[in-house]
């Protein structure tokens, strides 16, 4: 049985999202059992007996805009983000699920479940959508700004592992975001981790990869430094937002795109289903000891659902112990 722990007061929309996406997959897989820690007054209208649902009551929160998740961790342990990350560090759980701000759940991490020790950066590691429907692993988005090409390539090779193991991608492509395609682009960092990725041999390098072609790109890893990365998926963002608007503005500029967008229905449908991230899953916290997702803070039920099947999946697919050995062999290797 996997055992996951749940953060139910995390989110924007908390708890109602994450206790109905918890049992969404707790229906769906039958080899999963959830631990939910949150507010069981607020939790109270929206939960429903499990065999497989367990809830452990605080009353304590962090809020969505907190500025300071250092100074609320060391002064109260109780927050229901921290005390999920506890039951995992306990051994009473093999991974944890978290809406609440990413932040915090990075310093709950390094306090709580620590770092791998073959790995001396953490990075932010989603999922995000692409022009085939499978998504490509995007890192790092965010957890760091100050990197050396070394951290880069350990990333490479854990985010490979995860993209064979857990989307299930033949010889996964590791490309790296440039300004340009050519060899010798971008900052001295970015000649440096090129060559670095290119000589490896527990990778698969695709090469310099523009970001006009994130969207279209065979490469299943997208790698850069967090300033970069948080730029690349910003930008993802807005401008599918902006899509959408201009698409509705349009629609509703004469009653003949009105009539027109009926016999469309379907096809937009689908349309905003490929552009939405919360189809495919919540981001990894890629460097700890056990595995942390970081769902969408504005999750709905369906995307938190996705958020606990991602975790279950790494899991399920021992992703912790196969990196710890990849990074250990490249270790001795360079020794």
């Given at each position: 049985?996997?055992?996951?722990?749940?953060?139910?007061?995390?989110?924007?929309?908390?708890?109602?999202?994450?206790?109905?996406?918890?049992?969404?997959?707790?229906?769906?897989?039958?080899?999963?059992?959830?631990?939910?820690?949150?507010?069981?007054?607020?939790?109270?209208?929206?939960?429903?007996?499990?065999?497989?649902?367990?809830?452990?009551?605080?009353?304590?929160?962090?809020?969505?805009?907190?500025?300071?998740?250092?100074?609320?961790?060391?002064?109260?342990?109780?927050?229901?983000?921290?005390?999920?990350?506890?039951?995992?560090?306990?051994?009473?759980?093999?991974?944890?699920?978290s809406?609440?701000?990413?932040?915090?759940?990075?310093?709950?991490g390094?306090?709580?479940?620590?770092?791998?020790?073959?790995?001396?950066?953490?990075?932010?590691?989603?999922?995000?959508?692409?022009?085939?429907?499978?998504?490509?692993?995007?890192?790092?988005?965010?957890?760091?700004?100050?990197?050396?090409?070394?951290?880069?390539?350990?990333?490479?090779?854990?985010?490979?592992?995860?993209?064979?193991?857990?989307?299930?991608?033949?010889?996964?492509?590791?490309?790296?975001?440039?300004?340009?395609?050519?060899?010798?682009?971008?900052?001295?960092?970015?000649?440096?981790?090129?060559?670095?990725?290119?000589?490896?041999?527990?990778?698969?390098?695709?090469?310099?990869?523009?970001?006009?072609?994130?969207?279209?790109?065979?490469?299943?890893?997208l790698?850069?430094?967090?300033?970069?990365?948080?730029?690349?998926?910003?930008?993802?963002?807005?401008?599918?937002?902006?899509?959408?608007?201009?698409?509705?503005?349009?629609?509703?500029?004469?009653?003949?795109?009105?009539?027109?967008a009926?016999?469309?229905?379907?096809?937009?449908?689908?349309?905003?289903?490929?552009?939405?991230a919360?189809?495919?899953?919540g981001?990894?916290?890629?460097?700890?000891?056990?595995?942390?997702?970081?769902?969408?803070?504005?999750?709905?039920?369906?995307?938190?659902?996705?958020?606990?099947r991602?975790?279950?999946?790494?899991?399920?697919?021992?992703?912790?112990?196969?990196?710890?050995?990849?990074?250990?062999?490249?270790?001795?290797?360079?020794?």
């Open positions: 049985m996997i055992r996951l722990a749940v953060d139910g007061m995390g989110g924007d929309y908390a708890p109602e999202p994450i206790v109905k996406g918890t049992l969404r997959a707790l229906e769906a897989f039958d080899n999963i059992e959830i631990t939910l820690f949150g507010d069981e007054t607020k939790m109270a209208p929206y939960l429903k007996q499990h065999e497989r649902l367990h809830v452990v009551h605080t009353p304590y929160y962090l809020e969505m805009g907190e500025k300071d998740p250092i100074k609320q961790y060391r002064q109260n342990k109780e927050m229901s983000m921290f005390m999920a990350m506890q039951y995992v560090k306990d051994g009473k759980a093999d991974a944890v699920v809406a609440g701000p990413t932040q915090a759940l990075v310093v709950g390094h306090f709580i479940i620590r770092r791998m020790p073959q790995m001396k950066r953490v990075a932010i590691a989603p999922i995000i959508p692409s022009y085939d429907g499978r998504g490509r692993i995007l890192l790092d988005s965010g957890a760091n700004v100050d990197f050396k090409p070394e951290h880069l390539l350990d990333f490479a090779v854990y985010a490979s592992i995860m993209a064979e193991k857990v989307l299930k991608r033949e010889k996964p492509q590791v490309a790296l975001i440039n300004i340009g395609t050519e060899d010798g682009k971008g900052r001295d960092f970015d000649k440096e981790t090129f060559a670095l990725l290119k000589a490896s041999p527990d990778i698969n390098f695709y090469g310099n990869l523009e970001p006009k072609e994130v969207f279209t790109t065979e490469a299943d890893i790698l850069s430094d967090g300033f970069t990365a948080n730029i690349v998926m910003k930008t993802m963002e807005g401008t599918a937002k902006g899509l959408g608007m201009v698409l509705k503005r349009e629609i509703k500029s004469s009653i003949f795109a009105t009539i027109g009926l016999f469309m229905k379907n096809a937009l449908k689908r349309f905003k289903k490929s552009l939405d919360s189809e495919i899953g981001a990894l916290l890629m460097g700890f000891n056990q595995i942390v997702i970081k769902a969408q803070g504005a999750s709905k039920e369906y995307g938190f659902y996705n958020g606990i991602q975790a279950k999946e790494m899991v399920e697919a021992n992703v912790i112990e196969l990196v710890t050995n990849v990074l250990e062999k490249k270790e001795e290797k360079s020794e």
